[in-house]
């Protein structure tokens, strides 16, 4: 899993923690909005939100879940931008929030510009594969593709599976996979018939990993027979 908190020296982390003003936000709290002046950024210590954007019809855009130890609103409060996407908690967090001047202060003092850039390009970097991916394939591989996706942002090892928290319903899985909720359900179906993923109320257990890449590339995968 790379976030801020994996890229950065323990003592940094520490640092941004102490200096943060403590604030708890309720599941469905909208912790920054699309648009607004950066004026804080948020280290996110519980908790997970759901990154979202508003499209030029006004539809709103499932980007992205972010869980503990990234850091919200990093980039407009470094450059002075407007903020590019809301940010909302998902389930109940915790958060340390620090006014922009304070945080970029600590992004000088502690010489983590090269880090942030890291971060940025990372995030640009999957968002364009999973756009590349939802380009000409099938349900199956659009939805393995959002999956790995998530696994690799917020996936935690057990073993030899990976737990995925969900926190979005089953509607914004499929619009990330640009898809009809009811092709999403009959692909995420077929995923947990070939004992690729099993699936709970609010997370997804990947079973087996290389078979869910197998199934993002478009490619035979699982147990079930002739499963595609």
Request: hydrophobic residues 45%.
């Amino acid at each position: 899993m790379v976030n801020f908190r994996s890229l950065v020296p323990p003592e940094a982390w520490r640092d941004l923690v102490d200096r943060g003003r403590r604030r708890t936000f309720p599941r469905g709290t909208l912790l920054l909005r699309q648009g607004e002046s950066p004026d804080s950024v948020i280290a996110l210590l519980e908790g997970q939100v759901r990154v979202t954007q508003l499209n030029e019809c006004g539809d709103e855009l499932v980007l992205m879940l972010r869980g503990p130890g990234e850091v919200l609103g990093e980039m407009g409060a470094l450059v002075g931008r407007p903020r590019s996407a809301n940010v909302t908690a998902a389930q109940r967090c915790v958060g340390m929030v620090l006014p922009t001047h304070a945080f970029r202060h600590y992004v000088d003092r502690h010489k983590l510009q090269a880090v942030i850039y890291q971060l940025t390009v990372e995030r640009l970097n999957s968002h364009e594969r999973l756009r590349v991916a939802l380009l000409h394939t099938s349900p199956v591989a659009r939805i393995a593709s959002v999956v790995s996706l998530l696994a690799e942002e917020l996936g935690r090892p057990e073993g030899d599976t990976v737990v995925v928290g969900l926190g979005m319903a089953r509607a914004e899985l499929a619009a990330m996979a640009s898809m009809k909720r009811s092709s999403a359900a009959m692909a995420l179906g077929c995923l947990q018939a070939a004992g690729v993923l099993s699936l709970a109320r609010r997370h997804l257990i990947v079973t087996d990993p290389g078979q869910l890449a197998a199934a993002a590339r478009g490619e035979a995968y699982g147990q079930a027979s002739g499963a595609m």
